[in-house]
């Protein structure tokens, strides 16, 4: 179905921009978003003074029957 894949694209590309400018609020720096290691895709890579930051965007709806944390496997 091609309008859900729209939506749950364009939902979660608001959801990581949200999260990004939450992130460069706190200083920061975004090092990059959707970035591919092997198999896997880290949604937003920051930085804060020393320490690499690895952020995993997770976004329910309100009729959602689990959390983000909840949806992890």
Known sequence: MQIGNEFRQTTGFAAESAVCDLITSWGW???GRNVHLGHYEIDIVAREAATLVIVEV?????NSLTSGFGSLS
Do not use: D, E, H
């Not at 997770?58 to 309100?62: L, N």
């Open 58 to 62: 997770r976004f329910r709806g309100t």
């Open 29 to 31: 720096p975004i090092l």
